[in-house]
């Protein structure tokens, strides 16, 4: 299900994409549980998935939260898969006007200033 809402969101077709990619992390989060790294992988596609189509960053946020946690705790705050996470959930508060927020996510996760 993860591989279609992938080919369907490189065609920009996000309602479907987020059709295919729900119904996987339904999936996901039953066989392998909410803190493996298959589930956090999916939870940043479906958040990209939001912005890039419906605009919906207020959910997107949510979930961006929640894979930013899985990634930290899973593979520590200086990896790459942990910094684009936060990069990522860093211009989604910015969508959603809270930059303060978004600050202080690129001085803990990118070392900006």
Do not use: F, W
Not at 63 to 72: D, I, Q, S, V
């Amino acid at each position: 299900m993860n591989n279609l809402g992938v080919s369907y969101q490189k065609l920009e077709k996000y309602e479907k994409a987020l059709e295919y990619y729900e119904r996987a992390l339904k999936g996901y989060e039953k066989t392998l549980g909410k803190a493996h790294l298959n589930t956090i992988d999916l939870l940043l596609n479906i958040s990209i998935c939001l912005g890039q189509g419906p605009g919906d960053y207020v959910r997107a946020e949510v979930l961006l939260k929640r894979a930013l946690e899985g990634y930290e705790k899973l593979r520590g705050k200086e990896h790459n898969s942990t910094k684009y996470c936060a990069k990522v959930y860093g211009l989604c508060l910015n969508r959603n006007r809270k930059s303060d927020l978004a600050d202080k996510l690129e001085k803990k996760y990118l070392g900006l200033d």
